[in-house]
């Protein structure tokens, strides 16, 4: 099978050619699909390194000279007066190859894509400015021409990676029966992402695929009208952004037009599916997205991701711990916490992280803490460094990058990991795969992404609990999350009990995350992505949904009439997991019982919507779901034992269709009640977003006189 991985950059072969982790994701997969006998053709920007390139590897120049005159149409919006409303680049493009390790790299060249040789990936503030801002979509116009040209009518599989940086490529080899498109969604990027539309259908008529047709809202048969406070609301959680109709989106140009959707893990094609529990969910439903996910469902898969040989192979790293902790001025006979992430507060939970940090140690926890921030530009925030100092005899405090062996030597002088990262931004999450093959127990988020490393489950108790391999904390889709700052403290002193009263159990969970992790080799990755692509390259597509993967996402109208019958049991699970009395009724009768089963399903889930549905065959159920919430003399009360946190959110003075900004105000606790105030501009109607002590967030949105 010849293979063709596509992607912005692919420096995983050395560091000095290293921006992003896709780089080193991409290296990694294509080596190892090679090692399993395919033929594996890189194709990639040279980003201006090109002599760098010849001073350390044989390259070659490949007989390729494309010259031509890149179209771009213009959003006036963005680029102003000063911008015609298209520009035209001259560009010659040359192609350079590099054989290594049964690889063939093509390194594209051009006056384009030699730009930004430090950093490779434009500034997001040359948007409007300058027209380097298009580098990546360059490429994606190089990468067509010159995959056209170099492979011509040969048969392949093009692998490409992360939506936004390939949302050509699939219209443009569409009706190429040669060429089996791949797409790979590789971070959570807002699945709204759009890009300027009549700068997506100039390029496609330039490729030669003009006649592809874009989505559009009408054709889902329902136009987007988005709740405005729900859809405000999201710029706070990084989920999604509004978009004019004159704007395509780029998930959409993937999912209908690929062949096949990989993702990460089955946590994050699930969670990119439904979004699930986030204060998404509900907005997501209603937008025409929504539509392309659900006619797409059939063609994704789990190509997986993989934690490196240095983490999986061979025996546990055998470390001085004395001596690497008391390098770093630690007490090496104290229980050590470890993170290692980008310095990314929003991404990383690294607010709460130090507040967690802070307390624990305030409040005189003996423990040492390892706490390693990447940064280039170091770290600006002073209550950082307050922290740092407040306890510098037991953190350690770094943001430079360090070799592969530092890191290994810091997570195996570690007992626990800790990688509270927050709006499920992290799909796999190698860094926490390899803290936790060099034996660091974790303690981490609960998100779906992440949830393949089996820490989520109850160590202590529970069905999962000889299986678990840590701690979780709830989920967060909250900038400075006081819930997840609190929850972390928790279990850091959780943590630190254990291994102090309870060793063989921890000697347990550090088993079990070693192993766990060190599972996740690119050798199965390469197998599972082979599995996915060789049905495609023997002519078969991909099989319609089936009932199992309809039911988890509660998408019964999918289900086909005689499924209601067939498949009874499996239909009256899952309505009865989601509340859905409709459903229910479907199957079996909707006795007294079963209406109070639904109902205290949805009232779990604060799906009221749901709970309406069931509330009138009990007088009991329709009192407590109209006690829930009461606004009177200017002040709402809302009761809710199960929520752990309550928020007013309203539309700003002022706020248009084009710029919803929010305000948000937490309701004041006290046991199961939430109070608050109520402003006079609400319009009869509130918008509270509600967090439960599962960590679900789900919006109640209550009429009120």
């Not at 894509?113 to 979509?137: E, N």
């Not at 609301?233 to 978009?243: A, G, S, V």
């Not at 009439?561 to 199957?587: F, I, K, N, P």
Request: overall charge negative.
């Amino acid at each position: 099978m010849h293979i063709i991985e596509t992607y912005f950059e692919c420096g995983g072969f050395d560091h000095r050619y290293l921006q992003g982790g896709i780089s080193v994701y991409l290296w990694n997969l294509s080596k190892a699909l090679a090692e399993q006998g395919h033929r594996v053709s890189v194709v990639t920007p040279a980003h201006g390194r090109l002599d760098d390139l010849r001073r350390h590897y044989p390259l070659e120049e490949v007989g390729y000279r494309d010259t031509y005159e890149l179209p771009l149409v213009l959003d006036p919006r963005v680029w102003g007066d000063g911008h015609p409303a298209e520009v035209r680049i001259p560009l010659t493009t040359t192609a350079h190859l590099l054989r290594l390790d049964g690889v063939d790299l093509y390194f594209l060249s051009n006056e384009l894509l030699d730009q930004l040789p430090d950093r490779f990936y434009p500034p997001y503030s040359s948007k409007g400015q300058d027209l380097v801002f298009f580098k990546p979509l360059a490429f994606q116009v190089d990468s067509v021409r010159f995959v056209r040209h170099r492979f011509a009518d040969e048969k392949a599989v093009v692998h490409a990676h992360e939506p936004y940086y390939h949302y050509l490529l699939p219209a443009a080899f569409r009706d190429d029966p040669t060429k089996l498109v791949v797409g790979t969604v590789q971070s959570n990027m807002p699945i709204t992402k759009k890009v300027y539309r009549p700068k997506v259908e100039r390029l496609l008529d330039f490729l030669g695929a003009g006649h592809v047709a874009l989505p559009t809202e009408e054709a889902e048969g329902v136009p987007a009208r988005p709740d405005p406070v729900m859809s405000g609301y999201q710029q706070l959680t990084h989920l999604h952004y509004e978009y004019g109709s004159d704007h395509v989106g780029v998930y959409d140009l993937v999912a209908d037009h690929a062949d096949l959707v990989d993702f990460l893990s089955p946590g994050h094609r699930d969670f990119y599916t439904a979004f699930a529990d986030t204060p998404f969910e509900q907005l997501f439903a209603t937008l025409p997205v929504h539509g392309t996910v659900r006619r797409n469902a059939h063609k994704s898969f789990v190509g997986g991701c993989a934690v490196g040989d240095t983490w999986t192979t061979g025996a546990p790293p055998d470390v001085d711990r004395a001596a690497v902790l008391g390098g770093l001025g630690l007490d090496p006979a104290l229980p050590t916490f470890f993170h290692n992430a980008r310095y990314a507060v929003n991404h990383k939970g690294q607010v709460e992280l130090f507040r967690a940090v802070d307390r624990v140690l305030g409040e005189g926890l003996a423990a040492n803490f390892v706490l390693r921030c990447i940064s280039d530009e170091g770290i600006p925030d002073p209550y950082v460094h307050e922290v740092v100092a407040r306890h510098k005899d037991r953190v350690h405090l770094e943001w430079r990058r360090v070799d592969e062996q530092r890191l290994l030597a810091y997570a195996a002088s570690s007992d626990f990991c800790l990688f509270p990262s927050k709006f499920e931004m992290d799909t796999f999450l190698i860094a926490q795969g390899e803290a936790m093959a060099a034996g660091a127990v974790p303690i981490a988020t609960a998100q779906l992404g992440m949830a393949h490393f089996g820490h989520v489950a109850d160590p202590l108790d529970g069905p999962e609990a000889d299986r678990a391999t840590g701690f979780a904390v709830n989920r967060s889709f909250a900038e400075d999350d006081p819930l997840l700052a609190d929850a972390l403290a928790r279990r850091v002193r959780q943590a630190a009990a254990l291994l102090r009263e309870r060793p063989e159990e921890y000697r347990r969970l550090r088993a079990n995350a070693m192993s766990n992790a060190r599972q996740f080799t690119w050798e199965r990755v390469a197998r599972l992505h082979v599995e996915a692509f060789t049905p495609l390259w023997e002519g078969r597509r991909p099989d319609p949904l089936g009932t199992e993967v309809i039911l988890r996402y509660g998408w019964f109208d999918l289900l086909p009439e005689e499924a209601y019958e067939s498949e009874r049991d499996a239909v009256t699970e899952a309505a009865l997991r989601l509340g859905d009395a409709e459903a229910y009724a479907r199957c079996r009768p909707l006795s007294p019982q079963a209406a109070r089963s639904l109902f205290e399903a949805a009232w779990n889930r604060a799906d009221f919507v749901r709970c309406e549905r069931t509330a009138d065959s009990d007088p009991a159920l329709r009192a407590r779901l109209d006690r829930r919430c009461a606004v009177r003399d200017g002040r709402v009360v809302y009761r809710l034992p199960h929520a752990e946190r309550v928020e007013l959110v309203r539309l700003a003075p002022g706020a248009t269709a084009g710029r919803r900004e929010v305000l948000v105000r937490p309701l004041e606790r006290n046991g199961d009640e939430f109070t608050g105030e109520v402003n006079d501009d609400s319009g009869g109607r509130l918008h509270l977003l509600v967090t439960l002590d599962t960590g679900r967030s789900t919006w109640d949105v209550v009429n009120h006189d």
